[in-house]
C-alpha cells in the first residue's frame, strides 16, 4: 500500500466522519433516540482516529536521529494502537452504558412515545444517508486497499499488511456500516412497536461491536509494535536475491524486521568461498545487496551482511528444514 492511498481513504473517511456525526447528535437532540447518541460519538470517535492517523503519518517521516537510529517509521503504528484505545472506550464502553441507561428509563416507564415528536422521521433519514456516506468511504478505502491486498482474502490482508491506516479504516467503515444497520434495526422497531427496548438492544449491540472491532485492532497493533518480520514472499525473493552472486554459496542465515510499513531492516550471514580475498567479499556483498533491493523495489532495505565460511547447517536447525532449504534461518 502507498502511503499516498492510505491518506486518500483516511481523509475521505475523516470528512464522512465528521459530518455524520453533526447530523447524528441533531436527530439526538431532536428525538432523545439514544442509539442516534451512540452512533454519534461512534462516528466521532472515528473523526477522532483519522485525525490520529494522519498524525501518526506525518510524524513517522522525520529524519533518523542519534537516539532513534532508524528512524520513527513505527510512530505510525503507535497511534493505530491508540486508535483502537479510543474506539473501545470513547465508542464501545459509552455505547454499553447509553444502553444499560436506556434500558433502565424504558423499564421504568419514563420514556417519551417516540412517535410523540414531530421529528420522528429524521433519526431515519440520517441512518439512511449516513450508510450511503460511510458506504462510499468504504469503497474508497476498498479500492486503495485491492494493489497491496492482492489474491490474499480481506481478513488475510488486514492481518497480514504492514501499513495500518487502510486496514484501520476499512475495519472502522466495516463497524460504521453495521452499526447504522443495528441502529436502524432499534430505532425502526421502536418506531414500529412504542418499545423503547429495541432502542436499547439496538445500542448494545452497536457498543459489542465496537468493543470487538477494537480488540481486534489493539491484537494487530501490539503485533507490529513488537515487531514483525517481512511478508514469506519477500523473504524468499531476498534470500533468493542474496545467494544469486557468484561468489557467495548460499544463505546461511536471514532474519527480517519491519521498521515502519515501509522500512525493512535485513541481517544476514552469507557463505563466501575461503579463499577469497577481502576485497572480492566486499564486491560480492555489494552485489547481494543490489539484488536484495532490486528484488523488494516496494521496500526501503537497511541491511547488515555478515560473510561467513560455510560450515554446513546454522547451529540448532538440521538440515533439509524449511528455513535451511529457503536459506532463511
Known sequence: MSAEGGTK???????????IAVTKFLAFALTGFSSM????????ADSLNQLLLLFGGRRSTRAATPEHPFGYGRERYVY????SIVLFSLGGLFALYEAYHKWHEAHAGTVEDPLASRWWWVPVVVLVVSIALEGMSFRTAARESRHAKGTSTWVQYIRGAKAPELPVVLLEDSAALIGLTLALLGVGLTLLTGDAYWDAVGTGLIGVLLVLVAVTLAVEMKSLLIGEAALPA???????????PEAVDRVIHLKTLHLGPDELLVAAKIAVGRADSAEEVAAAIDEAEERARAAVPALRLVMYLEPDIDRGPTLGEPSGSPGYAAGVG
Open 37 to 44: 447518541l451512540a452512533e454519534a460519538i461512534h462516528s466521532l
Open 234 to 244: 519477500h523473504q524468499r525473493a531476498i534470500a533468493e536475491a542474496l545467494a544469486a
Open 80 to 83: 493505530a494502537f491508540v486508535v
Open 9 to 19: 481513504a483516511v481523509v475521505a473517511a475523516l470528512l464522512a466522519n465528521l459530518g
